[in-house]
């Protein structure tokens, strides 16, 4: 009878291990297939046969993470007529109407409505043109200018936390036989949960004594996927590495005989396409790996590099697409 017992007991515990087992094994199966992540290519070298050293400490690189799915901004009569407000151009203006975007143009300025990825633009006549006596803030002023309108017409989105950079425009005025500044452009490049997302993006343009000259958002809203995603080893990284798949690089100096790789650091971030302003790309936002570090040359000279690579492990992929 004891025997009997036993018996029944360790069949019980077989069938629980066995259950958990197929759950666990299972639940990768239930989450949404995603699309091959096709990144952007800069145009430059990508190496071929070349030697791999990882010097980076991948020790607490996450296991899993989170994929979103993109959902554009809402454009409805509301938006459209707090857009126009915000930018001065009447809503009567149209010079453009089609299915899929709207053009208003007054008075040198232009508004630019995407209904289908829910994109605007917004541009002046002043907008990297010079003019004598223009004279356009410093960057820190025109960081704190760009802040305080997306602060006070609710721009950006709140799910995000922000990295800002400043770049400027200049034209050569032979006159003072010198480069001038023209414009500045303050972009916020989104961040969720710590990560920056390769991609969106928002814009704003300032120019003669703090004007906005120009906004461009390309921004979307983005939802969490069920479940995480587990992720590609840092060996199966390397390996496809060395078989360029599906990466983005970029190296300085720009040349193809590269002999070895050094990666020095490994981060996780996101990548999300935009498309064009007229239609969205991918439909999500994925990780990925992001190695940096040193290149060493055939010739002996040295120089820095950094790729991108797909980071959701290939069970989760659609292949053939």
Known sequence: MKSKIKISKAIIILLMVTLIGLAISGCGKTQTKLPLLKLPQFGGFTPNDFEVQLNADVSKLPKQATVYKIVPQKIDEQTVEKLCKIFGVGISAVKI??????????????????????????NTQSKYHYSPGKSVPSKEE??????????????????YQYRIAIGSYTTYNPSFNESIIIDRTVTFYPIINGREILGPKFG???????????????????????????????????????????????????????????????????????????????????????LSGEVIFKNGKKGEFGVSVPAVDNQYIITGN
């Open 97 to 122: 109407k089609k299915e899929s975007f709207v053009v208003r143009k007054q008075n040198g300025k232009e508004l630019d409505i995407y209904n289908d990825t829910g994109f605007y633009e917004f």
């Open 142 to 159: 025109c960081i704190k200018i760009a802040k305080s309108f997306a602060e006070k017409y609710n721009l950006l989105p709140k799910m």
């Open 204 to 290: 704003i343009t300032i120019g003669n004594r703090g004007e906005i000259e120009g906004v461009n958002n390309h921004l979307y809203n983005i939802a969490p996927l069920k479940g995480d995603y587990a992720l590609k080893s840092i060996d199966e990284v390397i390996k496809e590495l060395k078989e360029n798949k599906l990466q983005s690089w970029w190296i300085k100096p720009d040349e193809p005989d590269v002999k070895k790789v050094i990666i020095n650091k490994v981060e996780i971030e996101y990548y999300g396409d935009i498309g064009t302003s007229i239609k969205l790309g991918q439909l999500f936002v994925q990780p990925v790996y992001y």
